[in-house]
């Protein structure tokens, strides 16, 4: 993506994904789609009965890895650049028997084991050194208790893994989020497989903004999710396929944003605006309290920074948008005091040890 921030000393044509405002300024004209959204939409698309077209989804390792692996376990996908259709089947895999290298993408190592499961058949499942490291045990426990046979073939709680599915009768099942919300989002997506449908009592959730995604998604195809507290009920009832937009990724946003903050400049990203699903939109609110001023309307952000860049130190709670964080560490040197990031541990089990590398 050719990227540029212009401001009112600085105007002049542009080329590339972005354009000047006539005020000053820098406006994408073409952001890059969510994962998180690209990823839980492949899973709803081939979930769903029929052929689902899933709009500027993002293409990258991750997302393109995810398609790859449902290829593999028998959907039928046709992808462009802009435009990627899937054919859905509401019993789990097409394929009996199949084996599924993940990559570095933590979505397809814990979304299709998960939807494996609710077909029939021998699926095998791999990842990247770094993916075998991340933890799984939670997830793991939870098929298991519902009746799914997963067998770790190393390391127990990590990739390799094999999953003997037969489909999922459902019930009730007890799920340990505090690692990932992932575990939780797979669960919730594959309910309306099961025969029975799920109620899962989550005993603790990090990034439950991702949750509200997934519950969003869901009743775009169709599918209402109930929550009494820490319960979520999923109906046993089938997606319909649909045409979806998938809208810009807000974690990816925020770089531009920071940039912005930190600069004195100014940044629109439109088609991330109030009615956004994606919680790292907050990381906008983080600027603000640094002194860069945002508005936000339904339909785009901006952020301009404050005269000569100057940002106040703050103390952050950043457990629901730990995404952002390395993002706020990249510019916390220039702020006028001490930047503290509280409650973000499970940054330390992603592709990386976050923390440390932000160190």
């Known amino acids: 993506m050719n990227i540029e ?88 895999p097409v394929a009996e028997e199949a084996s599924v290298f993940c990559r570095d993408g933590a ?44 067998i770790h073939e190393e390391r127990e709680g990590h990739h390799p893994l094999t999953v003997r599915a037969d489909g999922i009768k459902g019930g009730h099942v007890t799920l340990d989020a505090g690692l990932s919300s992932q575990f939780l989002t797979a669960l919730l997506l594959v309910g309306p497989l099961t025969e029975q449908g799920l109620a899962i009592t989550v005993t603790d959730l990090v990034s439950a903004p991702y949750v509200d ?35 810009p990724d807000a974690s990816t946003a925020g770089y531009f944003l920071a940039a912005a903050a930190l600069t004195g400049r100014r940044v629109t990203v439109p088609g991330l605006g109030s009615r956004s699903l994606q919680g790292d939109l907050r990381f906008a609110q983080v600027l603000a309290r640094m002194g860069a001023q945002v508005t936000l309307t339904e339909d785009h952000v901006t952020v301009t920074g404050a005269h000569g860049g100057r940002l106040a130190g703050i103390t952050v709670n950043m457990r629901d948008i730990s995404d952002t964080v390395p993002t706020l560490a990249a510019i916390a040197p220039f702020a006028d005091g001490p930047v503290r990031i509280e409650d973000v541990y499970n940054t330390r089990i992603k592709e990386c040890d976050r923390l440390e590398a932000c160190a």
């Not at 869901?218 to 937009?245: C, K, L, N």
């Open 5 to 92: 921030l212009s401001s009112p000393q600085n105007e002049g044509p542009r080329r590339g994904d972005g354009e000047p405002l006539s005020e000053g300024g820098f406006r994408f004209q073409d952001a890059p789609g969510s994962k998180s959204i690209t990823a839980r939409a492949l899973f709803l698309a081939a979930a769903a009965r029929g052929t689902t077209v899933l709009h500027r989804p993002l293409v990258s390792d991750d997302t393109v890895g995810f398609a790859e692996g449902l290829a593999r376990l028998g959907y039928r996908l046709e992808r462009t650049q802009d435009r990627w259709s899937v054919e859905g089947r509401a019993r789990g």
């Open 213 to 247: 995604i997934t519950v969003a998604m869901m009743e775009s195809f169709g599918v209402r999710v109930h929550r009494d507290g820490d319960t979520f009920t999923v109906p046993a009832q089938p997606y319909p396929a649909i045409d979806y937009a998938i809208e």
């Open 107 to 150: 979505t397809t190592a814990r979304f299709l084991p998960v939807l494996a499961a609710a077909g029939h058949g021998v699926f095998r499942f791999d990842a990247s050194a770094q993916m075998r490291r991340r933890p799984l045990g939670p997830l793991t426990r939870a098929l298991r208790s519902l009746g799914v046979t997963v």
